[in-house]
């Protein structure tokens, strides 16, 4: 008997991690299995505080031969559908595994992970013609993968889930089998997006930064531990090939901050045209635009208009259960545009942002910006209030507000919520009605992101008093850095310009020793001085309408304003400044400043290597709005000197795309 309430005390408390479930585990038999408080269970020497708290009905096992925990993650596949054959490992933990976390205390997770297995992945990157839509698209660049599970995703878009789990190493071989046509050919890189990366700029994916392009025919593999936890995606970042189709989801599996029962698919929602993104870029936009939901749209219905070419996808669905709740992870990957996401008649608690997880609250609708992640847990009606069970998801557009859309509102109905699955009908207006939608498109209200794992920002290392000055602003005059940078990129016709440039065939990588200064047109924000406990001022100003994303870190929104910014606004930082969020502020990877205002981020200077930090409108990065952010380079520079494995790796994909 005690080894049964042992191994059910195991499960309770492993599963609680997971669902962050307000299960009790305080009372009878449950904390006689807390020996060894002390033990070092990794390599890494890292003592185990967090584990897995999940519901006990789910599968779960221990390996007989003294292995660590094994099981299904809550937020997973149900048992029998594409992905669900994914389980959470930790055999190194072996048979006294302790479970420290509790629903009160997940402080733990930036700092420490358990120790995972080795998960590999092969996307082979080569052409196809896309029918998202109704209208072809010939210039599709997807990822084909032969899953381990017997899954076979034969060119799709959008690409195929890549899985792990908290403390796992991902392990993955980008093959680029575009074709090879001279000057006009196609390299490739992955950018795995939001995660931090952390001592691994080498595998951050940045063209001209961390590597050359891989050329056709060549490959590179990505190594990296799993440090965070949530919902994301990869992509190109070679030009603007993702809106092309070069891209995916990536879940990372680990806990949620409110309790569901059951797990959708993410979801990709995204703009999509019928030219290249090459073409949309210069100049005319997207071609006969619509809106896609993993891969399915209707340009009949976005459009007003009957222009299908060719046969027009079923609507995107899911199929609730009355009364369930039901986990939906919303990332937009669009080429230009926002979106504000609801579903007719239900609320929903959000739950994450990016991929920080936070106090979960209340709503009818979410505005999400390109790059920007949401988890949120929906609430399926009840069966008395379902009516003829069919009710519409919409998407309406935030920008650009030239895009080319149908009349009424038929635009925005881009998929359907059933609650019978053999339905085949559209919603009704009988029973299908349309929260009131808010005409703005600003980020979520600040107040309500609140982490779950709380940071104190600390003072600025940035000068405070004397500020620098750095040309990347598209006024006559230099950006001016007060307690921090203040990138202004407000566009103007100005001839004073200064473009974000760089050389795909020389990235930063290999120069990170160079004691020379980086070429004139390479716009760097350069931290020689730090440490891995300073922090970095950033003041975006006058951004409206750009989501600004940073790679290597997350960061903390420590001010939002209501008006322009003057260098005599930030007069001190945390814990000083009495306007500042210094204790636990939101905290994100892609942020949209309002239009005509700034905001201010911090972040903490503890991951040496080269950042981007960009704005996510494909054609806008392309165009110059980046600024690289060059971190203790001389620590960089000693993590991986020439010669080194990472360095030499590094060499050999240049050697090739120069060819």
């Known amino acids: 008997m005690k080894l049964v309430e042992r191994f059910w005390t195991t499960v309770t408390v492993v599963v609680n991690w ?75 933990l072996g048979p006294d595994w302790i479970p420290c976390s509790t629903v009160a ?47 076979n995703f034969d060119g799709t878009f959008p690409g195929p889930w890549i899985q792990a789990c908290w403390g796992d190493i991902l392990n993955v071989t980008v093959y680029n089998k575009l074709p090879y046509t001279g000057v006009n050919s196609n390299g490739t890189s992955i950018h795995w997006h939001g995660l931090r990366q952390l001592n691994a700029m080498q595998f951050d994916g940045v063209n001209g930064i961390t590597q050359c392009p891989i050329a056709p025919g060549d490959h590179f593999t990505y190594t990296f531990p799993v440090l965070q936890y949530g919902s994301t995606w990869y992509h190109s970042h070679y030009s603007m090939q993702y809106a092309d189709g070069t891209q995916g989801p990536l879940t990372l599996h680990g806990p949620t901050s409110a309790p569901f029962d059951h797990p959708l698919y993410p979801l990709i929602i995204t703009d999509w045209g019928h030219n290249s993104a090459f073409a949309a ?66 609320k929903f608690h959000v739950v994450q942002n990016d991929l920080v997880p936070i106090e979960p609250y209340n709503a009818t609708s979410i505005v999400v910006h390109i790059g920007q992640r949401y988890n949120i847990v929906v609430q399926a009606r009840e069966k008395s209030e379902i009516g003829d069970g069919n009710f519409w998801i919409r998407t309406t557009t935030c920008y650009p507000e030239s895009i080319q859309r149908g009349p009424g509102d038929d635009w925005m109905k881009t998929g ?32 309500n992101i609140r982490p779950k794992r709380k940071w104190t920002v600390g003072p600025s290392k940035n000068s405070i008093t004397q500020g620098e000055n750095i040309a990347l602003d598209f006024t006559s005059n230099p950006t001016y850095i007060h307690a921090g940078l203040l990138w202004n990129i407000k ?76 260098p005599d606004d930030i007069k001190s930082t945390c814990p000083d400044n009495k306007k500042f969020r210094c204790n636990n502020p939101p905290r994100r990877d892609v942020i949209m400043p309002h239009d005509g205002t700034y905001v201010v981020i911090a972040f903490k200077t503890d991951n040496p290597g080269s950042w981007l930090m960009h704005c996510h409108i494909a054609s806008h990065a392309g165009a110059g709005l980046d600024l690289q952010i060059l971190e203790r380079p001389k620590e960089a520079a000693a993590m991986w000197p020439p010669g080194s494995p990472a360095f030499f790796e590094t060499q050999r994909v240049c050697k090739n795309w120069e060819k």
């Open 281 to 346: 870029t210069y100049p005319v936009g997207l071609k006969n635009p619509s809106i896609v939901l993993n891969g399915r749209g209707n340009i009949n219905r976005f459009s007003g208009k009957n222009i299908n070419t060719t046969v027009i996808p079923d609507t995107y669905h899911v199929t609730f259960e009355p009364g369930k709740r039901y986990l939906m992870r919303i990332i937009n990957t669009a080429f230009e545009t926002g979106f504000r996401f609801s579903i007719d008649g239900h």
């Open 18 to 92: 997971f669902t962050l479930s307000p299960f009790d585990v305080s009372d009878g038999p449950q904390f006689a299995i807390t020996p060894k408080i002390d033990t070092i269970y990794t390599a890494e020497n890292i003592r185990i505080q967090n584990l897995y708290n999940i519901d006990p009905a789910l599968e779960y096992e221990i390996s007989s031969d003294g292995h660590g925990p094994i099981f299904r993650p809550p937020t997973g596949r149900p048992k029998g559908l594409p992905g669900s054959e994914l389980k959470c490992e930790y055999p190194s």
């Open 105 to 151: 205390n997940r402080e733990y997770y930036e700092n420490i992970k358990p120790p995972g297995v080795v998960r590999d992945y092969m996307l082979v990157l080569s052409n196809k013609t896309i029918n998202a839509d109704g209208i072809k698209f010939p210039y599709g660049k997807v990822f084909s993968y032969d899953f381990p599970e017997g899954e």
């Open 491 to 566: 566009e103007t016709k100005s001839s004073s310009k200064q473009n974000f440039q760089i050389h795909y065939n020389d990235p930063i990588f290999l120069r990170l020793a160079d004691p020379k200064p980086r070429p004139e047109e390479v716009v760097v924000y350069s931290s020689e001085n730090y440490t891995a406990n300073d922090w970095a001022y950033i003041v975006i100003a006058d951004a409206g309408g750009h989501p600004i994303h940073l790679h290597g870190h997350d960061f903390a929104v420590v001010y939002q304003s209501d008006k322009s910014f003057s």
């Open 416 to 447: 359907i919520v059933r609650y019978n699955n053999q339905s085949t009908d559209d919603p009704t207006d009988r029973t299908s009605k349309p929260w009131p939608l808010s005409q703005s498109c600003d980020d979520e209200p600040l107040g």
